[in-house]
């Protein structure tokens, strides 16, 4: 065959190749248009994995009804002018190459509007040219449509996964930009299922919760960043290690919200949990690095998804650092509750949405500092079930109390904050009693009188492994004291010395706590409740187990198939 150049049709449609891989990468590039656009509202409607369609609709600044149709001209774009633009590039696109790349392997339709308009734009194009272009109404946004994606590229569509496969791509890809722009409202539809809302508040918790559930989002830790520190900047949230995954898929990064794949920065939040995961697990983070747009080049490669930094080192240790601390540090996230039922939608996605593996979460020890420590919403009681459980309501779902796990934390705290503030309650004895104790009693109790004193026991030698009891706290008055004081010198003399005075308030919690199996009136249910709500840590007892059981309301209507 002679030499020749390509016919324009073939030239456009290699080179969308390098930028349209998948159905994804469309509605990457969309969604990221969108977000140029300075769009506060973008909704993606997927069908058929998105070879039938990809919509995306947003609220942004459109396009001029004159520019409409260069802005499916190769290489046009409003977002650089000049080499020196290329330089400092602020936006996610600059390339010019999407709209035109997309329209040379599907069916293209936009409708677009701007403020200045009197009325939108209708444009529409069949492999690459333009078939139709009127005025017609819309709201200031634009609104691609995408359809029958590689349709004349038998190859590509071969190439495929399933429908499944594709569509959760593309969920990924909208997920990533929700993280990265929490002010943003997202949805996503896949086949007419919503798949994702997120409510545009600006806090990434929010997001988070809709990407990754409530489970993850209670255990993440926020990045300290440093007001004063030099660039790059590090924000952003990571997992406790108690959060962990089996694949590498959830690490997000983002380097000036552009989101990127980058193994240097996997690397560094890697190495600062070091130590902290399980063998073959792996952390989640969502971390956004600023730096100024000269330092870093984002025009490597047609999908912009891989980023080279001016100075490596500095961007990794900024990196590492930040996690490092943030992990060591243990910052507990909070107020999840108020973020969970702040966005009330009617089919928010109760769980995790990205598909894959599960996240592990293992139960807390007792008096590990990584407790959450949120506090709850208000309650209200519903009833008793089974004369150990109460039944409450909260703003988003239902909530199943553990009536002693819940009374011994409230009472846990009382007792820990009376003694602190030395301002205990005793209830002198009638009459002395006599403490008879083993040799091993003996030995504890001795060198712990002071201890003791200061929750309110007055205690004193009576000689002959015999105490005389003069006073005890005034909680435990009524109960049976003196076991309690037996059970707790046997537990300490077999050696936990170490956390004595919690030791001991535990002890007097558990032993004043309402029982299991004890009916409550409703006042003492509501009253219970009020004091857990006023708990710093309301959701485990001092021993670490749970206090209670939360459903959801999105959780309540995926158990009764109504996502
Ligand atoms: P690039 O994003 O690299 O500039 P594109 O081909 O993606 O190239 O888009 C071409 C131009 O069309 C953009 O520069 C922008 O001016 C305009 N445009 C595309 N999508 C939108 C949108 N959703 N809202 C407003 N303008 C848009
Ligand atoms: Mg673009």
Sequence with gaps: MPIKVLDPQTVARIAAGEVVERPASVAKELVENSLDAGSSQISVEVRGGGVSLIQVTDNGAGIPSGEVELAFDRYATSKVE?????????????????????????????????TGDRAGTYLSLRDGVITGQRSQGRSQGTTVTVRNLFRKIPARLKFLKSVATESGH?????????????????????????????????RLIDSIVEVYGVEVAENM????????????????????????????????FFVNRRWVNSRLLAR???????????????????????????????NIHPTKSEVKFGNERTVFSAVHRAVHQALVEQMPVPRIEEVAVAYESPSRPSQALLPSDKVSITSPAPWAPEVPTSPLPV??????????????????????????????????????????????????????????????????LQSHYQDLAEFGFAIEPFGDRTFLVRAVP??????????????????????????????VARSMACHSAVRAGQALSDTEMRELVRQLEQSATPHTCPHGRPTMIHLSSGQLKKEFGRT
Excluded: C
């Design 268 to 298: 560094a939040v890697e190495e600062a949990y070091h130590g902290l995961l399980m063998v073959g697990k792996h952390p989640l983070a969502i971390i956004n690095i600023s730096l100024p747009a000269h330092e870093v080049d984002v």
């Design 221 to 252: 830790i926020e990045l300290k960043g440093e007001a004063e520190a030099p660039l790059p900047q590090v924000a952003g949230m990571v997992g406790s290690p108690k959060v962990s995954r089996s694949g590498r898929g959830y690490l997000s």
């Design 170 to 202: 593309i969920a990924n890809v909208v997920s990533q930009y929700a993280l990265a722009f929490p002010e943003v409202r997202f949805s996503l539809f896949l086949d007419g299922r919503a798949a994702l809302r997120t409510p545009g508040s600006g």
């Design 82 to 114: 000049n080499l020196e633009d290329l330089e400092s590039i602020q936006s996610l696109g600059f390339r010019g190459e999407a709209l035109p790349s997309i329209a040379a392997v599907a069916q293209v339709d936009m409708v677009t509007s701007t």
């Design 379 to 444: 309650l209200r009681v519903l009833g008793q079930l089974d004369n150990s459980y109460i039944v409450a309501e909260g703003p988003d779902g239902l909530y199943l109390i553990d009536q002693h796990a819940a009374h011994e934390r409230v009472l846990f705290e009382k007792i820990e904050n009376q003694r602190s503030q030395r301002e205990t309650e005793v209830q002198g004895l009638l009459e002395p009693m006599t403490f008879e104790v083993s040799p091993r009693q003996e030995a504890v």
């Design 474 to 503: 005034a909680l435990i008055y009524s109960k049976d004291w003196s076991a309690m004081l037996r059970e707790l010198l046997d537990s300490l003399s077999e050696g936990d010395e170490g956390d004595w005075v919690e030791g």
